[in-house]
Structure formats: C-alpha cells, structure tokens
C-alpha cells in the first residue's frame, strides 16, 4: 500500500488558503463540468428517445422521454445545457488562471502575448556577438525582438572613468561596456538602464562611478568571481540573452600605430594621432570565460561589430581560446563594418582596410561583411568631418576577388550619430541567419 504524503496534501490544501482567489473559481469550474455532462447525457436520450430504455435507472424518466414534447425540444434542451456548461467551465479556467498569474505578470490579460513572445523568441537562431561600447549595445537592442538566444561577448580592456578606477582599485576587469549590454537585452530598458547607468555625481569615492559598474563590483565580491557576477546580473534581470566578459582577466590594451607608437591603455589610444596598425593584449594568453566557447561552437551566425574596430571589436578575439573557437566554429561570421572612420584608430580605413585588420588578428576573413550604402547628410557629416572623421569608402573589387560575400544596405539611423539602424541591422541578420537553416 502506498504511503501518503502528507507534505503534499499540506501543500495542495494551501490553495484553499482564504484570499487565494481559487476556491470560488474551481466551484464553478466543477458546476460547470456537471452542466456539460447533464447535456451530453440527455443529448444521448433524445437520439434515442424512439427506443427503449433498457437501464432501471431510467425509467422513472420513461413518461418524459417519452412525451412528445421531449421528442420536439428535448435536442434544444441538451444543446442549451451543453452551451452554458461549456461556456460556466471556460470562463471559469480563464478567471482562474487571471487570478493565479496577477501575482507574477501586472497585466495578466497579456498572458497569451507574452508567452507566444518567449516561445517565438526561443526558437530563434542562436547568435554570438563580439564588441563592446555603444556599437555592441546598439546591435543588441534590435537583436532582442528576434531571438533570445543572444550570446554578447564584451571586451573588458577599458581603463578610463568608472571602469578604470574599479579596475585598479580591486583588480577586475572593466565593467562597463558589460552594464551598457545587460541595459540593451532588458525587457524594460529604459527603467534598467537609467538604474545601471546612472553616474553619481556626488561624494568623494562615489563622484563619477555608475551604479551597473559598483553592482558588478560589488557582486565580484560576493560572488568571489567576476564571471559569475555577470552570470548572477544575466538571471537577476532576465534579460533577452545572455552577456559574457571575454575573459576574467584584467587585461591591457597595446596598440602600435602605423606611424610606428607604441600607446598602452584604451583611454590613451586616440590621444596619438593616426591609424592604429597592430593591436594585442596583456597578458597574452588570458583564460577564456567557458559561457563563452561553449555559445561559439554552438552558435548559428557569428557576428563582429559594429563599434570601434581596435578597442571593441578585435580585443575579445585576442584572447587565444576565443580566437580559437570562432576559428573552429561552423557558423558564418559577418562583420558588421563602421559607417564611419574613427580619429586616431581607423583614420582613412576603407571597409575593405577594415576586413584586412580582421583578417591580420583573427588569421580568417569574415564570410559576409555588411556595409552601409546610404549617405550621410552634410550637417552631421561636418560635425564628423571636424572630429577627424570621414565616411567609410567602399569598393566591392576586392571583396570580389576575396571571395567575400557583401551585404550593401541602407542601415544609416537617424539623429546626430552617423550610426546603424538597430532596427534594420537586427532585421536583415535575423532574415539572415533563417535563410541559412532553409538552405543548410
């Protein structure tokens, strides 16, 4: 004979808990049920109410059943019953299930919206993002209305404002491009990123810092590990994804530039004029985040960029195992290349200058590059201009003979940044990367 469980019984009996809101509902669930059944059984009697009942417990219906009004609106009746039964039940289960989800969701009718949204967005390609800054941040964002497999994978080599002095002053590496992402996969961005990249502006120790970057400090201490920080913040927020540092190490950017400087540091790279020709990193051989390998090597489309191409984009594939992964990984890359040139990284860089760069520190070519056909107005072109800027050229001829594919699209956002179109971008990566699963 089987045990009874008594802590289960006491747990189910919690739901007659007065204030639940579930007993008034099962009631009628249960009346409802019984209404249907009454239906459906004099439904069966009138299809044979020409014939004889056999059963005893019938027949003191006989004179009933047998009454020629019966055989005329006896059918209406079961109808009728079976109507209202159905109707008593339903409503009920959807008044239960109103009542049960108000406790988690503030807009239970929105139910159904919601979770064809996950299941949709679950089914989505799964999608491993490199970079960092605003570039990354922005690409997310329109990412997330298509898929929730997103994996970013964010350089931590910053060590200018905020980041610079949390990374000095307790060894991590920098949070900040990581609190910008966290910020772009939420569902409520703009409460989450007013909260995480909100920047004291008073107090001696706090004047400067943000509150993403003390979260993710503080939660290293916690945590006693700042891969698992992040981990936390991903579950924490339930953001559309997941954000990843390449690495837990406090790595140091070393640029060398075409003009033959040597700058350490991130913050200092632009302060040298001229193109950067070489970037590494140090230490040069940190340990990468295992989150991240395992996303790589089941990633269906590899994306790198759009942002700074030497201090977002390249550093996460310095580091040798991330290098490694997307070298052996299976997935197409598509690198997403700069509307415009940088001062004192990328100046004169045509897209394909860029594509070389990628090639020089990945040892591969990307396998689709997306590049912007639409023209910058000459207002925001002039602010550039003044910056040291210039639009990226492009001339197919040697993407031709690379045989790289090129994706020509007018991704230009609006505004006074000569930026992509998150909306665009994602739309045309996602459209992308579902033309690959039909043709694979």
Known sequence: MARLDFRR??????????????????????LGLCVLMTGASLGVLWLRSDGAYPYRVLRPLEAVLRASWWNAWGGWVALALLTVGLVLAVWAIVRLNRSLLSNWMPKPKDAAILLHRRVSLAKGPRIVAFGGGSGLSNLLRGLRHYTSNITAVVSVSDDGGSSGRLREAFGIPAPGDLTDCLAALSDNELHVSRLLEHRYARGEELRGHTFGNLLITTLTEVEGDFAQAVRVLNSLLNICGAVYPVTTAATVLKVRKRSGAVVCGESNVRNVPGAVAEVTIEPADPELVPDVGLAISAADLIVLGPGSLFTSTLPPLLVPGSRAAVLAATAPVVYVCN???????????????????????LGRYPDWVVVNTAPVNAERLERYRAEGAEVVAFDPAPFE??????????LLSGGAQAGHDSERLARWLYAFSKNLKITA
């Open 9 to 30: 019984i006491s747990t189910a009996r919690l739901w007659l808990t007065p204030g639940m809101g579930v007993k008034r509902h099962v009631v009628v669930v249960a």
């Open 339 to 361: 509307v415009m040139t940088e001062a004192g990284e990328t100046d004169g860089f045509s897209a394909w200058d860029h594509v070389e760069a990628i090639y020089r520190h």
């Open 401 to 410: 003979a690379a045989g790289i594919q090129v994706a020509a699209l007018d």
